[in-house]
């Protein structure tokens, strides 16, 4: 007897044990299941089987099944329909399994219809098929409409010709419709991170911890001009550092503590490091900072690895000096190698986190990259950027939902 294809499409309200009353009708006639997928919203199930009909029991044909199979459904209240596919259009759909897999990550608050619409119109023109959405965020309350996150997983399939004109259109929508968003490549690599790495200042927590030291000196506006020409591209990072270093000769030891103690965390960070300790991420700093600040940081936060630069104190006073090598922007992309390689795992598997443009050797040599609320040539140049949302989005970037890190942090 030749064999059939038929897509089976069931919907209607869920109920429990419907999945396995029809699968076992299909089991009955010795049916084929060729590939299966199923969504769940708001208690309203669709269900979808493609099926290859052959080989029946004794007596028994196609058309014999399917109406088993819509009598048990409609028994249910469910509604059935089911569709003839052809050898070549079946051929066809396992040809394109070959074809390259992204994951687009939507971060979207308050009436977030426009958003969905802009990021599905835009992968659409670029010649992407939708083939799974998910949501990551908890259900939204009526209202929490207006402040309400929504996080959406989307998979695509098929070839982008111009990763950069597909950013580009993303970028444009999200400043214009204040989303964030990430582009992945859906491979191996991309479910398997093991280490996280941030810069300091301005990205975990929420201020320069030089501009602080130096206001408390009387020399702010001296170190704010070493900054601005630094900016300007005037002096190298190292230069700029150990000059603006010199100016806090002289401030007591003592000024270093209350600056590392008033700090804040950046919003979300907290909730980060506790979801990426309970599911067993190495984290570190790798900052032009201050190591005094991030050995405190790793105390409060469990973090392992801190690599930022030490300022030399004699006699309870600043002299000015720096200890040791410098950390740089092409130190931070060294440290990050080397860490990953300590850690025994592939620069895939690292994330790194970052505001400033001595980041972007560091995000660019990262297996996901992210620009936190950075500004707009390191957003524009980074892979990833995080503009409307705290450090805690950086986990719905890396798969995990609502649920997930409610458990985590619970644990």
């Known amino acids: 007897m030749p064999s059939e294809i038929v897509l089976i499409n069931v919907s209607g309200e869920d109920q429990p044990g419907l999945?396995?009353?029809?699968?076992?009708?299909?089991?009955?006639?010795?049916?084929?299941?060729?590939?299966?997928?199923?969504?769940?919203?708001?208690?309203?199930?669709?269900?979808?089987?493609?099926?290859?009909?052959?080989?029946?029991?004794?007596?028994?044909?196609?058309?014999?099944?399917?109406?088993?199979?819509?009598?048990?459904?409609?028994?249910?209240?469910?509604?059935?329909?089911?569709?003839?596919?052809?050898?070549?259009?079946?051929?066809?759909?396992?040809?394109?399994?070959?074809?390259?897999?992204?994951?687009?990550?939507?971060?979207?608050?308050?009436?977030?219809?426009?958003?969905?619409?802009?990021?599905?119109?835009?992968?659409?023109?670029?010649?992407?098929n939708i083939d799974a959405i998910r949501r990551l965020s908890g259900r939204l309350p009526l209202a929490d409409h207006v402040t309400g996150r929504m996080t959406i997983e989307i998979g695509l399939r098929g070839v982008v010709s111009d990763p950069e004109a597909l950013k580009s259109e993303l970028m444009g929508a999200a400043e214009r419709l204040g989303f964030d968003f990430s582009v992945q490549s859906d491979t191996v690599f991309r479910r398997t991170r093991r280490l996280v790495a941030f810069d300091m200042d301005s990205t975990l927590i929420n201020a320069e911890v030089i501009d602080e030291l130096a206001k408390r000196h009387g020399v702010g506006d001296a170190v704010a001009a070493i900054t601005e020409r630094a900016m300007r591209g005037e002096l190298q990072f190292k230069d700029s550092f150990r000059a603006r270093a010199s100016l806090l000769k002289g401030l007591p030891e003592h000024c270093l503590r209350e600056v590392a103690e008033s700090v804040s965390l950046n919003d979300g960070a907290h909730r980060l490091l506790r979801s990426l300790r309970h599911f067993g991420f190495k984290t570190a700093i790798i900052s032009g900072g201050f190591q005094y600040v991030g050995e405190r940081l790793s105390e409060e936060l469990g973090i392992d690895y801190v690599h930022a630069n030490t300022l030399e104190i004699r006699d309870g006073v600043m002299t000015g000096e720096v200890v040791g090598e410098i950390i740089d922007a092409a130190r931070k992309a060294a440290l990050l190698a080397e860490i990953s390689h300590r850690e025994g795992i592939s620069s895939q598997q690292t994330i790194a986190i970052g505001d400033g443009a001595n980041d972007l050797p560091m995000l660019n040599a990262a297996g996901l990259g992210v620009a936190y609320h950075a500004k707009p040539v390191?957003?524009?140049?980074?892979?990833?950027?995080?503009?409307?949302?705290?450090?805690?989005?950086?986990?719905?970037?890396?798969?995990?939902?609502?649920?997930?890190?409610?458990?985590?942090?619970?644990?």
């Open 378 to 411: 390191v957003r524009e140049t980074a892979s990833h950027a995080i503009s409307e949302f705290g450090l805690d989005s950086v986990l719905y970037l890396m798969g995990f939902s609502d649920r997930d890190i409610e458990e985590a942090l619970a644990g």
């Open 19 to 128: 999945t396995a009353m029809l699968t076992s009708t299909l089991a009955e006639y010795q049916v084929r299941v060729l590939d299966v997928g199923q969504a769940v919203i708001h208690d309203e199930l669709n269900l979808g089987m493609l099926v290859q009909i052959s080989g029946l029991a004794q007596g028994a044909s196609m058309a014999s099944v399917l109406a088993a199979l819509e009598e048990q459904a409609r028994s249910l209240g469910m509604a059935v329909r089911c569709t003839p596919i052809s050898p070549g259009d079946y051929e066809e759909w396992v040809a394109a399994q070959g074809k390259p897999r992204y994951i687009v990550t939507l971060l979207a608050a308050g009436e977030t219809g426009a958003q969905l619409a802009a990021v599905t119109t835009i992968v659409q023109h670029f010649g992407l």
